[in-house]
């Protein structure tokens, strides 16, 4: 049997019963993510200060602990030891007089250069964005400046450094999300902050006073919103001895499918300024909910590790959650490879990740032409499906039993990967966000496609060639994708190799 793929109209899917909190298990809410973080309640976006420390890994957020929607936000925080299983901890930054607390980072003071902890101790510093709302209302330019705060029991607990701010500004309307990072080379702090449309580097000996170096991007790459959320680090090439430096930059709105999204530019460092011959929009992941997304400081080994926001500003206040809102990526190494002459940054699940993996079956698969064949997934909205497949006129479909399905379309004389969720679950709480996505598929060499797609509760995550091409998307079915079909829009048979489904265990205790 053929069958049309990308023809779906939207439906308004049943309303799900409703559950009392008596009956709700821990994290186990109606799409309650089981292997993404997302916080125990309420609003959560940026990723903040990610930093590794004494054996924890920190997560802390952009949250707001009132409601299910954007307010007044603090810093919100969590612990790992693995970057998978996560304790929740108390709140870390709250408002001051200075203003409400937007994103910023987190760095280890080895050296002391602060003086805020001590040699034996040195501080955990978190530097961030202050943003005043009523000088905001006022007009003027001057609503968004740096503070810093730190810690003295590895984020347990914060002091605000009594000289805040540390950084003001009058010139531009937006001035935020400092990345902060230690230049061994230069032996100083480097500050790389966003304002407005462009990236602004500033230097300084003891993270408190700051020195602007230079600017970069207002005629490079995306500038279909305002920039934000920057991380500049250095990585090898894989395959040679060179190294380069990436630059994320987030952008809203913008990005290729709509609203947010995250672009990276590959280029140089020379302790002051950072220059890129690249001037086309480099995508660091194609689909619609992967945004704000930086890299953890001191990770052992040097490993550059990304964690990104799941959700997209078109409808981050409205997807259908009540008790939590939104979630986190899976935690992705970043590395740099050469694709027919072209610096691609790489981004594919930590190897931690495949400790969760529970076996459950193996094939391979013979799609007749003009045909289908489908298996039954157990746990759908909670697995892993690898594969290998050829760039065919294919498509891979998640169904369940209410006919919702979650369709991945090749279009081989496009290029194109198609995600169309316009009949997933749940999807009219906003007209944008049953649009079909793209993602173009280029540099293929012998042109076989190796996809790892991650489900979880409200979510998909692809990604083919360990990381080439990346693209994030929510989702929310009423029940879980009980079947893995693929169909064969082509003239002829194709064999889907090596085909691997896996459940994927919960970490939440």
Not at 138 to 156: K, M
Not at 492 to 508: K, M, T, Y
């Amino acid at each position: 049997m053929t069958i049309l793929l990308l023809g779906y109209q939207c439906k308004q899917a049943p309303e799900m019963e409703k559950i009392t909190a008596e009956e709700i298990g821990y994290y186990e809410e109606p799409f309650r993510p089981q292997y993404h973080f997302s916080p125990p309640e309420k609003w959560m976006n940026d990723p903040n200060g990610l930093v590794y420390h004494q054996g924890v890994y920190h997560l802390f957020y952009q949250y707001y602990p009132e409601d299910i929607v954007w307010g007044p936000m603090h810093w919100g925080h969590a612990t790992s030891t693995d970057l998978l299983h996560w304790e929740n901890k108390p709140i870390a930054l709250y408002p001051d007089e200075n203003g409400l607390i937007f994103s910023g980072s987190a760095v280890i003071d080895h050296e002391n250069t602060s003086g805020l902890g001590s040699e034996e101790n040195p501080p955990l510093v978190a530097i961030f964005t202050y943003h005043d709302m009523e000088k905001e209302k006022g007009g003027g330019n001057d609503h968004q400046i740096q503070g810093v705060a730190y810690s003295l029991d590895n984020g347990e607990t914060f002091t605000m450094y009594e000289g805040n701010p540390v950084l003001l500004n009058s010139e531009f309307r937006d001035f935020r999300d400092p990345k902060v990072f230690w230049d061994e080379d230069m032996k100083h702090w480097v500050m790389a902050l966003v304002a407005g449309d462009h990236l602004r580097l500033y230097h300084s000996d003891n993270l408190l006073e700051w020195t602007y170096m230079s600017r970069f991007g207002e005629d490079q790459g995306a500038h279909g919103g305002v920039w934000e959320c920057p991380d500049l680090f250095e990585l090898q090439v894989e395959g040679t001895d060179e190294k380069k430096w990436v630059l994320l930059i987030s952008i809203n709105p913008g990005a290729p499918n709509g609203g947010s999204g995250t672009q990276y530019f590959v280029g140089d460092f020379d302790g002051i300024t950072f220059t890129s011959e690249q001037q086309e929009a480099k995508w660091l992941d194609w689909g619609t909910d992967n945004y704000a997304g930086v890299t953890y400081n001191n990770t052992p080994g040097d490993e550059r590790i990304f964690i990104g926001w799941m959700s997209n500003w078109d409808y981050a206040r409205d997807t259908p959650t009540e008790v939590w809102r939104s979630a986190m990526t899976l935690p992705r190494k970043l590395s740099l490879a050469i694709y027919e002459g072209e610096y691609t940054l790489v981004n594919y699940p930590i190897e931690g990740v495949a400790d969760l993996l529970v076996e459950e079956k193996s094939l391979k698969l013979q799609v007749p032409a003009g045909g289908e064949v489908s298996t039954e997934l157990n746990n759908g909205s909670q697995s892993r499906i690898h594969f290998t497949s050829p760039m065919e006129d294919l498509s891979f479909i998640l169904k369940n039993e209410s006919g919702e399905v979650l369709v991945l379309k090749l279009d081989p004389g496009q290029g194109l990967l198609n995600l169309d969720r316009s009949a997933s679950g749940l999807v009219d709480f906003k007209e944008t966000f049953g649009r079909v996505q793209q993602m173009p598929l280029e540099h293929l060499g012998d042109g076989e496609l190796e996809f790892d797609i991650f489900t979880d509760a409200s979510s998909i995550e692809v990604f083919i060639n360990k990381g080439q091409f990346a693209m994030t998307a929510q989702v929310f079915p009423t029940e879980p994708y009980s079947e893995l079909l693929i169909s064969n829009q082509g003239s002829e048979p194709v064999e889907i190799l090596q085909v691997e489904v896996h459940a994927v265990n919960r970490v939440w205790r």
